[in-house]
Structure formats: C-alpha cells, structure tokens
T-cell receptor, first 110, second 115 residues
Framework: GDSVTQMEGPVTLSEEAFLTINCTYTATGYPSLFWYVQYPGEGLQLLLKATKADDKGSNKGFEATYRKETTSFHLEKGSVQVSDSAVYFCALQSSYKLIFGSGTRLLVRP | EAQVTQNPRYLITVTGKKLTVTCSQNMNHEYMSWYRQDPGLGLRQIYYSMNVEVTDKGDVPEGYKVSRKEKRNFPLILESPSPNQTSLYFC??????????????FGDGTRLSIL
C-alpha cells in the first residue's frame, strides 16, 4: 500500500541555518503531496503542497519540489528561525485519506 | 472564525468506561475524519465521513464508533476504552477530500489516557 517515510528526528539547528527534512513516498500513480506543521499544543496546519510532478510548493520561506524520479518531496528552508521549532509531517493523498509520515521534530536554538 | 473544535482537550479515564469525543466544524464541510497520532507512527485514520449519514472505516477502526447525523458534527465514540487507545486524537474536515485544492482543517487535538 501507499506509504511515506521521513527522516528521524529530532533535528537541532542554530538560528539562520539551512534546513532539509527528507521525505520519500511509495504510491500508485502520482498522488498530491503535502507538508503539515504542528506547533506545540496545536493541531496540524497545511504548510505547502504540490499536486503534480515537478511542482514546487512554497510558503513562509519553506519549499519542497515533487520529484517523481526519486519519489521524494524534501522540505527545505534557507534560514530557520526559533519560531520554526515544531513537528513537520510529510503526507500524501490516498483515496479518502491522508497518509502521513512519522513526523520530524525541529528544534531551532537562538 | 473558521475552525474545527474538539472536546475535551484532555481526558484521563479508566478501562471500560464509555466516552465520547466531540468534533464540530463551522465551515459547512462535507468531509470529516478522525485520526490518532502515536509516537513513531504519525497519524492514522480511524473513520471518515463523506457526508451526513455516510461513514466508513479507515485504517484503524477497531474499538471505535462514529456517527454523522448533522453536517457540522462528527463524534468519536469509545464504547469500552482500553489502554491501547491511549493516544492523541485529531478531527479533520474539508469540502472535498478528493480535491487537493481543498485543504483539510484540523482541530487542536484531544489527548486521551486510558488507565
């Protein structure tokens, strides 16, 4: 069945460092791909999405490109801030649900 | 304000004592869904509903029930809770789960502890 694999966390970075969180997927066809962010004590918020191959989703300085050749959707940000500390989930659309990766906790230190 | 509201936010209870977690959305969404979040497993779907009176099982439905009598409400019922249902639960809704341009909105979560 469809699945999503994310890099294990936590990821600890200093402010202004470059961020990459790896995400790969297994799916039939070309599903829509998403990154969600979960701040402490809150629900998930959609960060960005891509609906077809080679699409680049972007929001709040974060970017991810839908790569069908490598079945990947890695999340990147050029300069992280303390306020980016959260748990990030990669997900794909599969029939009537989202399939999520296990989540990657990001901690940004001042 | 558009939102998905879950209650309670936190609950500690005992094995076998029936409980209900409520979920309500004010966006007139047709699709609603319940997920549970467990460490190392991400979120897994429990049940979903495409519209009023239409519900179906997700990936981990055992031990749960749902109902959709009104469009705005989608309660999750644990008839006889057990410790393996200790988890963080999220309700989600959207206009259409099959349209990627219609994002899913999530509630703030309900943390259940079953002793």
């Amino acid at each position: 069945g469809d699945s999503v694999t994310q890099m294990e966390g936590p990821v600890t970075l200093s402010e202004e460092a470059f961020l990459t969180i790896n995400c790969t997927y297994t799916a039939t066809g070309y599903p829509s791909l998403f990154w969600y962010v979960q701040y402490p004590g809150e629900g998930l918020q959609l960060l960005l999405k891509a609906t077809k191959a080679d699409d680049k989703g972007s929001n709040k300085g974060f970017e991810a490109t839908y790569r069908k050749e490598t079945t990947s959707f890695h999340l990147e940000k050029g300069s992280v801030q303390v306020s980016d500390s959260a748990v990030y989930f990669c997900a794909l659309q599969s029939s009537y649900k989202l399939i999520f990766g296990s989540g990657t906790r990001l901690l940004v230190r001042p | 304000e558009a939102q998905v509201t879950q209650n309670p936010r936190y609950l500690i209870t005992v094995t076998g004592k029936k409980l209900t977690v409520t979920c309500s959305q004010n966006m007139n969404h047709e699709y609603m869904s319940w997920y549970r979040q467990d460490p190392g497993l991400g979120l897994r779907q429990i049940y979903y509903s495409m519209n009023v009176e239409v519900t179906d099982k997700g990936d981990v439905p055992e031990g749960y029930k749902v109902s959709r009598k009104e469009k705005r409400n989608f309660p999750l019922i644990l008839e006889s809770p057990s410790p393996n249902q200790t988890s963080l639960y999220f309700c989600a809704s959207s206009f259409s789960v099959l349209d990627s341009n219609q994002p899913q909105h999530f509630g703030d979560g309900t943390r259940l502890s079953i002793l």
